[in-house]
């Protein structure tokens, strides 16, 4: 619209060689004006993702005073301590994105084949939306007032079950952090997984019912192949979201440096141990590369899901 | 804590005071003639006087620094917390003095985000005007600071000041054991392995980021055959607790005392005892507690000026009121030991009753020295770990 206002020709005004010409010239203005609409995208993008991403990259090659060095790098790879925070956090995703993406994708389907217009899917699909975001001290407040050594739950089965004082310890390790971890990536599976199972068509399992297939063959060479790109990409997805997450374990876990997100704020925001703000970066370095690489593998994924999705 | 303060800071000053010599001499000089000297071609007036660089209250004393300050209006504070060694009170009070409203940014950050805040905010008018660290960060930031002495310079020990005034030691405490006293009787470390307090201990801050949570791994190691030299006994013990689930890795707050998550808190006396009123309330006998099978662990807090203040005679008039006798009575009530206790107690301006109830242990403070801190900084690197791989 923008563009014919400019005084670009309309295609009926032009010479009968116009279609061709004509849309090629338009859509050349249009492509600048989509640029021209893009500009405030790019730079958010720029402000927001870019220049801190350069912060942080130039930060892990300098010292405190600026100069180039290798030093920071070294000391990720030479301190046990740095490495074993990766391997936790990478443990603690990759547990979490299969729990969320097994357990959500079932989900997924139940409410697939439900009313497409029922009042429980409805209900899912929103509550998921608020619960997919629900993360933070928020979350882990509830958990712990839930089942904390002080919680509901925990004082219930107390004073009606056991009638002695439990041990809840688990809350504040490895599995309190997972157990956690599933009530937002459930949900976010469901919101990203949910769009692909409403693309299988009734018309393809009628199909192959008609061939004489049955629900095992259909899955095995129809739904399985389409769904699997998409479901592999959630997984990714899911994987990448607790890799990065920092304020939920934080708040269940304020002790020690254990995930490479909290072993980074261990760096820059001590009172202890000062001047090693660039050995944080180039443990957040470290973040980007791997986080980098599994969206690009998700990209790969998702371009060839979207062929199905369509 | 305190030697390694006294000793990193003075190296530090030492090179800054060189440093800002050939500028800074004549302010340092004159402290009673700040207004004509600080502004030799304009009027002699008290309006005259640039704040930002002012070493003193000058001719015009405490009123006229202060009635600058209300002109100016706000005080830019940060890490402030209202439970903190009697902070809420001495911010209250300060106020309603010197009518200077103030805005306290991030009440519960640390000294490092205080000192990352000021160079972020540089500038815009939100950059806080006065800083309360931990001795560490105080000592490396040393050109942040603007040099002021108060009017009660000369009560001030030498070795809890910077000679030209660029930080000032405002107080320290006992690292102490908070607890609700309806759980049992607690007076030692030793205590604390008891099966009956599982899943009720917390410590006030990870030690590799907190200055108390350091010193609490410390008192924890001088208790179990540890030493200055080597904390690795305190980690044990922590493990141990954690590993009998009495130890849990949760950061403690007034919210989670009250609530009975964590009701016993190792923590500094000033802040443990800054909850016995509030608790009292709600129905909790909070008690406080310096163990007696560790020698005390001790540690100054450092105040000063940020040398950038968007309100520069406001942040010398905070730190005229908190040398001031009133504003070292409100530490001592909060169960902190102010810098001035001595010169107030020969004075007899000092607060008795106060001074009663926080009942100092007889025995001399354990001292970390620069290398003690780091070889501690790098046993907690490695050990201080509540999440392993499974």
């Known amino acids: 619209m923008t563009v014919s206002t400019v005084g670009v020709p309309a295609p009926s005004e032009l010479p009968a060689a116009g279609p061709a010409f004509g849309g090629a010239g338009s859509s050349r203005f249009k492509r600048a004006g989509n640029y021209v609409a893009l500009i405030p995208f790019h730079a958010y993008v720029g402000l927001f993702l870019l220049f801190p991403t350069l912060v942080v990259a130039i930060g892990a090659f300098t010292t405190n005073k600026g100069q180039l060095t290798l030093d920071n790098i070294g000391a990720v790879f030479a301190t046990k301590a740095f490495i074993d925070s990766f391997a936790v956090s990478i443990q603690l995703a990759v547990v979490t994105a299969l729990i969320g993406a097994i357990l959500g994708a079932l989900l997924s389907w139940a409410v697939v084949r439900g009313n497409p217009n029922g009042a429980l899917r409805q209900l899912v699909v929103a509550a998921c939306g608020v619960l997919a975001q629900f993360g933070g001290v928020m979350l882990t407040f509830a958990f712990l007032a839930f089942v904390g050594y002080e919680g509901m739950l925990t004082l219930f089965i107390r004073d009606n079950i056991t009638h002695t004082r439990m041990d809840m310890s688990w809350v504040y390790s490895l599995t309190g952090l997972i157990m956690l971890y599933a009530y937002f990536q459930i949900p976010l599976m469901l919101i990203v997984f949910l769009p692909s199972l409403d693309g299988l068509r009734q018309e393809w399992y009628d199909a192959s019912a008609s061939l004489g297939g049955g629900a095992w063959s259909f899955w095995r060479h129809v739904g399985g192949p389409i769904l699997a790109p998409s479901f592999l990409g959630a997984l990714l997805l899911l994987f990448t979201n607790a890799f990065s997450a920092y304020a939920t374990a934080q708040a269940l876990i304020s002790q020690g440096c254990g995930l490479v997100t909290q072993q980074i704020a261990c760096q820059i925001q001590s009172e202890v141990m000062i001047g090693r703000e660039n050995v944080g970066k180039a443990l957040a370095l470290g973040m980007i590369i791997i986080v980098a690489t599994v969206m690009l593998l998700y990209a790969y994924i998702q371009r060839r899901a979207s062929r199905w999705v369509k | 804590m305190k030697m390694k303060a006294r000793m990193l800071i003075a190296v530090a000053a030492m090179s800054v005071v060189v440093?800002?010599?050939?500028?800074?001499a004549t302010p340092t000089a004159a402290p009673t003639t700040a207004p004509t000297a600080g502004a030799a071609t304009a009027a002699p007036t008290a309006a005259a006087v640039d704040w930002?660089?002012?070493?003193s209250a000058g001719a015009g004393g405490v009123d006229a620094v202060c009635a600058a300050g209300k002109a100016e209006g706000t005080l830019n504070t940060i890490a402030l917390p209202p439970d903190w060694a009697n902070?809420?009170?001495?911010?209250?009070?300060?106020?309603?003095?010197?009518?200077?409203?103030?805005?306290?940014?991030q009440p519960d950050v640390d000294s490092q985000t205080e000192i990352n805040t000021?160079?972020?905010l540089a500038g815009t008018g939100r950059q806080p005007d006065v800083f309360d660290l931990a001795p560490v960060v105080a000592a490396a930031n040393v050109d942040m600071y603007a040099a002021y002495q108060p009017v009660v310079w000369k009560d001030i020990p030498d070795a809890n000041k910077e000679a030209t005034g660029l930080w000032v030691n405002n107080y320290s405490g006992f690292m102490?054991?908070?607890?609700?006293?309806?759980?049992?009787?607690?007076?030692?470390?030793?205590?604390?392995k008891d099966p009956k307090y599982k899943g009720k201990i917390a410590l006030n801050g990870d030690p590799l980021k907190a200055s108390a949570g350091f010193n609490g791994v410390v008192m924890a190691a001088l208790a179990n055959g540890g030493s200055a030299d080597n904390i690795q006994p305190g980690i044990d013990f922590f493990k141990a607790l954690a590993e009998s689930g009495n130890f849990i890795p949760v950061d403690p707050a007034p919210t989670t005392i009250a609530s009975g998550q964590t009701p016993i808190v190792l923590d500094w006396a000033y802040n443990n005892g800054s909850q016995i009123d509030p608790l009292n309330k709600k129905g909790i006998a909070w008690k406080v507690t310096i163990p007696s099978d560790?020698?005390?662990?001790?540690?100054?807090?450092v105040a000063t000026i940020n040398k950038d203040a968007a309100h520069p005679a406001a942040a010398r008039c905070w730190a005229e009121y908190i040398y001031s006798d009133a504003g070292q009575n409100t530490w001592l009530k909060g169960f902190a030991i102010p810098v001035r206790v001595a010169a107030m107690t020969t004075a007899g301006t000092i607060d008795k009753a106060a001074q009663a109830a926080l009942n100092p242990p007889a025995t001399a403070p354990v001292l970390l020295t620069s290398a003690q801190i780091d070889a501690a900084k790098a046993l907690l690197t490695s050990g201080w770990n509540f999440i392993t791989i499974k």
């Open chain 2, 19 to 24: 440093g800002a010599c050939g500028g800074s």
């Open chain 2, 52 to 55: 930002k660089t002012a070493t």
């Open chain 2, 87 to 105: 902070y809420g009170q001495m911010m209250t009070d300060f106020t309603a003095k010197y009518g200077i409203k103030i805005a306290n940014d």
């Open chain 2, 118 to 120: 000021a160079k972020q």
């Open chain 2, 176 to 192: 102490s054991i908070g607890y609700d006293s309806s759980l049992g009787d607690i007076k030692t470390m030793a205590d604390l």
């Open chain 2, 294 to 301: 560790a020698p005390p662990v001790a540690s100054w807090y």
